[in-house]
């Protein structure tokens, strides 16, 4: 669905050069349910424009569904915003008309493009279980139900990829965990690829997979013992659930064989003001130790 190789993003202001992606490696596999965690300024949120065609890479490929986005025309890629791909963004203003009810808000994005609104609108409107709000301006709905009807309107135009960018920052923790089942909902009933795009890392306990990202590269992968589905079915059946984390973390190695080790890693062996550690390879393990360590103690 979505290859990303040696992605390399950079802004330039007058004199000024910021590497935001530098040289990303990713794949996401259709009909997958993942996210994206990372600090604020570590390229996630630039990644999430270039997957939603918001923004073009400086250099590498980018491939989504097939399409080669760094050659893609303006008019394919306008196609491809309205077609392919559908945004959830934390902010209601990017997503809502105010004025507008529930209803209308999710009939304009099918109506833009001539087709018959009303069914499909309430079908989606449904989905995400607000029928019953259907005719409420946005003031009326809470913050929970007006990101639902953001989900809605993001599916009007049948989407493969849906982009959810800090869903649920704006909402409290029961909304967030509802808002999560419906993401999960949707990625089993139908089918479509979902990225959500966060800083907060306990949505990791809803995901089966997360990336992490840190100056501007794949620092990490988490993926979980035992799927989210099959540990509710445990649950149903009463099986205890063991204390060991949910997720297995993974080191990613770039096509150099480099990766990031974790600051606290190596603060917790007394590097941090050193761009030097001394490497070992001892008893089928590689062991990263501090220069001023003597005996290869770690």
């Given at each position: 669905?979505i290859?990303?190789e ?43 424009n ?6 073009r ?32 963004w934390?902010?209601?203003?990017r997503?809502?008309i ?21 069914l ?6 449904e ?12 003031h ?17 135009n ?8 800090e ?50 590269k794949?620092?990490s ?10 540990e509710?079915a445990?649950l ?21 064989g480099?990766?990031q ?17 001394k ?9 990263l ?8 103690e770690?």
């Amino acid at each position: 669905m979505i290859t990303c190789e040696g992605l390399v993003k950079i802004y330039k202001a007058a004199d000024l050069e910021v590497f935001a992606l530098q040289g990303l490696d990713l794949q996401i596999e259709a009909g997958e349910l993942m996210a994206i965690i990372g600090n604020s300024g570590s390229g996630k949120s630039t990644l999430m424009n270039m997957l939603g065609g918001l923004d073009r890479p400086t250099a590498g490929k980018l491939e989504i569904d097939g399409k080669n986005m760094l050659k893609m025309g303006e008019r394919d890629l306008v196609r491809y915003k309205r077609e392919s791909v559908g945004f959830v963004w934390q902010n209601n203003a990017r997503n809502l008309i105010p004025y507008l009810t529930a209803l209308e808000n999710v009939e304009l994005p099918i109506l833009l493009r001539g087709r018959r609104k009303r069914l499909r609108a309430l079908e989606l409107l449904e989905a995400v279980g607000l029928t019953h709000r259907k005719n409420n301006k946005l003031h009326q709905l809470s913050g929970g139900e007006q990101q639902r009807v953001a989900i809605a309107i993001a599916l009007a135009n049948h989407p493969k990829l849906l982009l959810a960018d800090e869903p649920t920052g704006s909402v409290d923790s029961k909304m967030a965990d509802q808002i999560l089942d419906l993401f999960r909902e949707l990625n089993r009933t139908i089918g479509i690829t979902v990225v959500i795009v966060t800083h907060d890392p306990l949505l990791a306990k809803k995901v089966d997979r997360v990336v992490a990202i840190r100056d501007g590269k794949i620092s990490s992968e988490m993926l979980r013992r035992k799927s989210y589905a099959e540990e509710l079915a445990e649950l149903e059946l009463g099986i205890a659930q063991s204390e060991e984390d949910s997720h297995v973390e993974f080191a990613i190695l770039d096509k150099a064989g480099r990766l990031q080790v974790p600051a606290a890693y190596l603060e917790s062996i007394g590097v941090k003001d050193s761009n030097k550690v001394k490497l070992e390879l001892a008893d089928g393990k590689i062991v990263l130790t501090s220069p001023e360590a003597s005996g290869g103690e770690e």
